[in-house]
């Protein structure tokens, strides 16, 4: 089995701050994913990767930067914290380069956002 | 463009009835569906997934059917017990210039009483 680690677990910033938080894997899977969970909005895709220094825009990448540096980690970063924000942001990995489409996906605990 | 839609935000219930949680979706590619469950203050985890019509699947006494003529793929159980309280999200995997992503719907939360 595997695990996936998120960092930090919670994440208090002020308006307009850069923020980043942090995903690692030990499944040694391809596919790395950030997903923003809002209550009564579902899991919605902000970016993906499916190899090391690929990225693929989400539905809501605006706002955000990411990066895949390693196979191993998946790195999100908010380019300016809206006041009053609040929000889960979660890690997801799957273990192939995307091209199949029925892989399961593996989510970290999350980051819990609070910006004052 | 493809989407996965969850008509009921919450659904309440009493332990031992049976429930069906609505779940449609629309793409233009062939469909790989999926039903994740996350209780309270842990990650989401995936409880069952189907890309062959017609054909019932089945975990941890849930179930689901993927019907393509209906774009549907309901999630089913035949009686509720309290430790079903959850979150759940159907996703779909859709196809995306290159590779395969994973888009969710809004959820709904089961909430079994004694």
């Known amino acids: 089995g595997g695990i996936i680690t998120q960092t930090p677990k919670f994440l208090i910033g002020q308006e307009g701050q850069k923020l980043t938080l942090k995903c690692q894997q030990n499944?040694?899977?391809?596919?790395m994913y950030w997903y923003r969970q809002d209550s009564g909005k579902g899991l919605r895709l902000i970016y993906y990767?499916?190899?090391?220094?690929?990225?693929q825009k989400g539905d809501l990448s605006e706002g955000y930067d990411a990066s895949r540096e390693k196979k191993s980690s998946f790195s999100l970063t908010v380019t300016s914290a809206q006041k009053n924000e609040m929000a889960v942001f979660l890690c997801?990995?799957?273990?192939?380069?995307?091209?199949?489409?029925?892989?399961?996906?593996?989510f970290g605990s999350g980051t819990r956002l609070t910006v004052l | 463009g493809d989407s996965v839609t969850q008509t009921e935000g919450l659904v309440t219930l009493t332990k031992g009835l049976p429930v069906m949680l609505n779940c449609t979706y629309q793409?233009?590619?062939?469909?790989?569906l999926f039903w994740y469950v996350q209780h309270l203050n842990e990650a989401p985890k995936l409880l069952l997934k189907?890309?062959?019509?017609?054909k019932r699947t089945e975990h941890q006494g849930f179930y689901a059917t993927l019907h393509k003529s209906s774009s549907s793929f309901h999630l089913q159980k035949s009686s509720v017990q309290l430790s079903d309280s959850a979150l759940y999200f159907c996703?779909?995997?859709?196809?995306?210039?290159?590779?395969?992503?994973?888009?969710f719907g809004k959820g709904t939360h089961l909430h079994v009483l004694p």
């Open positions: 499944f040694n899977h391809d596919t």
């Open positions: 793409t233009t590619y062939s469909p790989f």
């Open positions: 990767s499916i190899t090391e220094n690929d990225l």
């Open positions: 189907s890309s062959t019509d017609n």
């Open positions: 997801a990995s799957s273990p192939g380069l995307g091209g199949w489409g029925a892989e399961t996906l593996y």
């Open positions: 996703a779909l995997s859709a196809y995306d210039t290159n590779a395969y992503k994973v888009i």
